[in-house]
C-alpha cells in the first residue's frame, strides 16, 4: 500500500511535511516526497489529511475475563481502533485478577483471536490486587506482562511499594501507581468541594491523592527505580512530579482527557456518568493538568477507558462505579482542548500519543521510521464532529461527552499494514497477533 499526499508527523524523529509512506509485509517500507505507485500497488489518497504514528494507550480496562457484560477484547479493540489507537495497555484488574503466568499467557492467546488491534496487559503489582503480597514479577514478565499496577487501588504499605519498585526494576520495568488514599474518602469518590455539598456528599480531597504522589516519588527516588503515575488529577499532584522530575527523579506520569477538559461541576449535570477514580477537579486543577503537559511534566496522554453498564452507573452517585470510556473521544478533546486552545502543538500533542507512551512500558511503537511496524493513524484535524455515543464500537455508552462537538476525526487505522478502520466502519475481523 501507498499512503500518498498527506502530512507526516513523526515526534519520534522530528518529522514534519509532505511525504507518502510505502507499507510491506507489515513495516514501513519506504518514507518520501511523491513516492509513485508501483504496477498493481494499493493507493491510500491522504489528501488534506494528517499522518502519524499509531496512537498507544497505556491505561485500559477491557474488563476481560469475567466483567465482558461491560466489554470484551472484541469490542475494546474495535473502539481503540475507531479511535485511531493501534496499541492499548490493559490493567489487570479483571476477574480473576491477571497475578498468575498462565492468566496472562491466556489473555494473549484471546487476543490473537479477537483483537483488532495490539493489545497487551499489565499484570498485578501485588496478588489479588490485595496489598498484601507481591506477585512473581519475573514469571509475569516472561508471561508477556509490560509493567506492574494495582490500578483502581493504591499500594498501601510504602514497604511493599519500595519492594515493588526494586523488584521491577531490576527486570528494567515499571510499577504503574494509582495513587489516592482511601482512608480520606467520605461517602464516594467525587471531589470534595462545591460540587460535591450541593449533591450532600463527602468526597474525596486532592490530599488524598498528593499525599500518595509524594511517598512514591520519594521510594522512586530512594531506589532509583521507574515509577509511573496514573491519572494526575491534582495541581499539588503536579507540582510534585514537576519538582521530583528537575531532582532527576525516575518518573514519567500521564493525564486523562477527562482531567484536563472537565471539573467537578460535571457531576451536577451528568452525575454518575461524570465519576471516576481519581474524580474530576477544580477548574485550578485542570489547568494545572494542562500546564503539566505543556511543559513535559506529564508524559502522555491515557484514556483510562472505563466502561461499565447503563444499570451500573444508574444506581446513583454514590453508589455507581467509577469510570468513563474514552477511547473514541481521545482525539477529539486531545485536538479541541489541547492543540486548538494553544496548549500543544500538533507535535506535543502526537508525541503524548504515540512514542512518549509507548517508551514509558518499553513498546517498540509510535514512530514512522522505514523498518517500523506500519502502525499508523489518519485523522482530520479539522473535521469537526458531534459525540453520539450510539455509534461508538464500545459496549458501553457511560461518557459525560455525549452531544458535545470536537474537532480532529479518525479516518484510517492501520494495524501492520493493514487497514483495520475506514471512515466510521471497523473492517478487518480477522484475527492477528
Known amino acids: 500500500m501507498l499512503i500518498k499526499g498527506g502530512l507526516a508527523l513523526d515526534p519520534a524523529n522530528a518529522l514534519q511535511g509532505r511525504y507518502d509512506l510505502r507499507l510491506k509485509a507489515g513495516k514501513i517500507a519506504a518514507l518520501g516526497p511523491e513516492l509513485s505507485a508501483e504496477p498493481g500497488e494499493e493507493v491510500l489518497d491522504a489528501q488534506g489529511l494528517m499522518v502519524v504514528p499509531g496512537f498507544v494507550d497505556i491505561h485500559v ?17 474495535r473502539a481503540a481502533a475507531a479511535g485511531g489507537f493501534t496499541s492499548v495497555v490493559c490493567m489487570a484488574n479483571t476477574k480473576p485478577v491477571m497475578d498468575e503466568p498462565e492468566l496472562v499467557r491466556a489473555f494473549y492467546e484471546r487476543a490473537a483471536r479477537e483483537a483488532v488491534v495490539h493489545v497487551y496487559t499489565v499484570a498485578g503489582v501485588t496478588r489479588g490486587l490485595a496489598g498484601e503480597e507481591l506477585t512473581d514479577f519475573a514469571a509475569l514478565k516472561a508471561a508477556g506482562a509490560v509493567g506492574f499496577s494495582d490500578d483502581g487501588n493504591p499500594i498501601p504499605s510504602a514497604r511493599l511499594m519500595r519492594q515493588a519498585l526494586e523488584e521491577a526494576g531490576r527486570l528494567g520495568m515499571p510499577v504503574i501507581a494509582h495513587e489516592g488514599d482511601p482512608s480520606l474518602v467520605a461517602d464516594t469518590i467525587v471531589n470534595e468541594g462545591t460540587a460535591a455539598a450541593r449533591l450532600g456528599l463527602g468526597g474525596m480531597p486532592a490530599a488524598a491523592e498528593d499525599i500518595q504522589v509524594a511517598r512514591d516519588l520519594i521510594l522512586a527516588e530512594l531506589t532509583g527505580r521507574h515509577a509511573h503515575i496514573q491519572h494526575v488529577s491534582s495541581a499539588r499532584g503536579v507540582a510534585l512530579i514537576r519538582a521530583a522530575k528537575a531532582l532527576g527523579v525516575p518518573v514519567t506520569a500521564e493525564a486523562t482527557p477527562h482531567h484536563f477538559t472537565l471539573t467537578d461541576d460535571a457531576l451536577l449535570t451528568w452525575g454518575a456518568d461524570a465519576k ?18 505543556a511543559d513535559g511534566t506529564l508524559d502522555a496522554i491515557a484514556t483510562d477507558h472505563a466502561p461499565h453498564a447503563p444499570e451500573e452507573k444508574a444506581a446513583g452517585l454514590a453508589q455507581a462505579p467509577s469510570g468513563i470510556i474514552g477511547l473514541e473521544t481521545a482525539l477529539g478533546l486531545t485536538w479541541t482542548e489541547l492543540v486548538q486552545a494553544g496548549v500543544l502543538t500538533p507535535a506535543q500533542a502526537v508525541a503524548k500519543l504515540t512514542y512518549l507512551p509507548a517508551r514509558i512500558v518499553g513498546l517498540a511503537k509510535g514512530t514512522l521510521r522505514p523498518g517500523a511496524d506500519a502502525d499508523i493513524t489518519i485523522f482530520d484535524p479539522n473535521a469537526t464532529w458531534e459525540v453520539d455515543p450510539a455509534r461508538f464500537y464500545s459496549q458501553s455508552r457511560n461518557t459525560p461527552f455525549a452531544g458535545r462537538r470536537l474537532t480532529g476525526q479518525v479516518r484510517y487505522t492501520l494495524v501492520g499494514g493493514r487497514l483495520v478502520y475506514a471512515n466510521g466502519t471497523v473492517l478487518e475481523k480477522e484475527a492477528f497477533a
Open 276 to 293: 471516576m477514580n481519581p474524580p474530576l477537579r477544580s477548574a485550578a486543577d485542570v489547568a494545572a493538568v494542562r500546564q503539566g503537559l
Open 61 to 77: 480496562h477491557f474488563r476481560d475475563p469475567g466483567l465482558t457484560h461491560k466489554e470484551t477484547l472484541a469490542s475494546g479493540s
